[in-house]
């Protein structure tokens, strides 16, 4: 900061909105005047330097090229008094974060509501992108940090719907059930409870692969009921999920809220080949001189599925994009896999999905549980999946899925006929790469990162 910047913050406390720069410059300036006469009257600075600095043009950021990139500072913040204790000594903190993977994720999410948000009657989204191991790339907590900075990713527990029936097929195949099983969809009666498919529409027997990838309700729910809705409780705890779960039957059509930041990262399992992971963001934390107060150590909670379930996963979640209710989200002929979900009434929608690079979660919704009209995991969520991975992953190179090379059909992960999305993102411009920077440089960008305007 400039003399006149620091004198500009320094008196907007008496007035935050009202001396706001970004509201009435000129009123800020004029109360940035004030406080350097004081400052020239208590000797910290010289009439000389007062009047330099009221000659100097201060820089006020109107907008960044990240300007959601706030969710992710408050929630790596929130956790530093945890790690290290209250303080008030400068840190540096080392993070997983990728800008410009953050561009994009926002620019899908911006892009995603703006084109089908009105006409669905959906106001949020959030999306959560993170690698195999948790370590987080982008997040996006809402539509705009600044109108709320509420974290929609982090802290909005919403019903899964659809999207935690992994958690039920998983136990099914952990006790001898298997892809290829038939079973029947249509009515059926569990202890008084009567679940429906989606508009009633039954396709009678069924391979457990395609009651999975068109969203079967009526088969979930038998499965539930037949390895015990605690089993499936037991489960979805292993793989990482943490918010209160009802053991009951409904569970099996995702009736217990989760958050997105939880559930993208209890899908991380299917993605890696069956280890359990804790989603970080925080790499390391040093003091000014280079100090290490903090490095994260490597690890998570183990192996959570044998390799042959988790094959099975594969193929099973591989089958919703390429002919279930996921097909939005295919990523032509990047092999991916993931879940559409669709709560009652349509108050929620996600799609949850991933590659050999990404595991990506992404919510629609309103904060007032307002229902949308018609809105499914298969539509708006699915496209701002495609719309993000596709640029996200652009120029990686195409790799299997981590479990698929288990799949008798592996194959058909790159020979079945691509289907795009609808109204893909414009492309992003390119980044220009940065001159090398000084420690000092470096932490300064880091300071005018967390608390400035970029």
């Known amino acids: 900061l400039s003399l006149v910047e620091a004198a500009m913050l320094a008196g ?89 993977t953050q561009r994009l994720a926002e620019r899908a999410v911006e892009h995603g509501l703006g084109v089908e948000g009105e006409k669905i009657h959906a106001s949020q989204a959030a999306l959560v992108a993170m690698t195999l191991d948790g370590a987080i790339r982008a997040m996006v907590g809402g ?43 249509g009515p059926v009666d569990i202890h008084g409870w009567r679940p429906s498919d989606f508009e009633n529409e039954y396709k009678g027997d069924i391979t457990l692969t395609e009651a999975f990838a068109e969203s079967s309700n009526t088969v979930a729910a038998q499965l539930t009921d037949q390895v015990g809705p605690k089993a499936v409780v037991e489960t979805a705890r292993r793989l990482g999920i943490t918010s209160p779960l009802q053991a009951v039957a409904s569970l099996a059509l995702g009736t217990s809220g989760v958050t997105p930041l939880e559930l993208t990262g209890a899908y991380a399992p299917f993605a890696n080949g069956g280890n359990g992971i804790i989603p970080y963001a925080i790499i390391r934390i040093r003091d000014r001189t280079g100090k290490i107060l903090y490095r994260r150590k490597p690890g998570g909670l183990g192996a959570v599925m044998s390799p042959t379930d988790n094959a099975e996963m594969t193929r099973v979640m591989v089958q919703t994009v390429l002919t279930g209710t996921g097909k939005a989200a295919r990523l032509g002929e990047r092999p991916s896999a993931g879940k559409t979900g669709t709560t009652q009434d349509f108050h929620d929608a996600w799609f949850v999905g991933f590659t050999a690079d990404l595991v990506t979660g992404v919510w629609i919704g309103n904060d007032d549980s307002a229902p949308m009209k018609r809105a499914t995991g298969g539509g708006l969520p699915a496209h701002i999946f495609h719309n993000f991975m596709e640029s996200a992953e652009e120029g990686l190179p195409v790799r299997p899925l981590v479990g698929s090379e288990l799949v008798a059909d592996a194959a058909d992960l790159v020979t079945a006929p691509a289907i795009a999305a609808v109204a893909p993102v414009p492309p992003a411009p390119a980044p220009q790469p940065a001159p090398p920077e000084k420690p000092q440089e470096a932490f300064d960008k880091i300071l005018n990162g967390l608390f400035g305007g970029t």
């Open 12 to 100: 907007s406390v008496k007035a935050p909105a009202r001396y706001n720069p970004l509201a009435d410059a000129d009123a800020s300036f004029a109360r940035a005047s004030v406080v350097l006469k004081a400052m020239q009257d208590v000797g910290f600075i010289t009439d000389a330097a007062r009047r330099q600095a009221e000659t100097t043009r201060p820089r006020i950021v109107l907008e960044t090229g990240t300007p959601g990139s706030g969710y992710f500072t408050d929630w790596v913040i929130s956790q530093l008094n945890g790690i290290l204790g209250s303080g008030d000594k400068p840190v540096i903190v080392e993070t997983t974060f990728d800008l410009a």
């Open 143 to 185: 539509r705009s940090y600044a109108q709320s900075g509420f974290n929609r990713a982090t802290d909005a527990v919403r019903q899964p719907g659809s999207a935690f029936k992994p958690f039920v097929y998983l136990t099914a195949f952990e006790r001898g059930r298997t892809p290829d099983d038939i079973m029947h969809d």
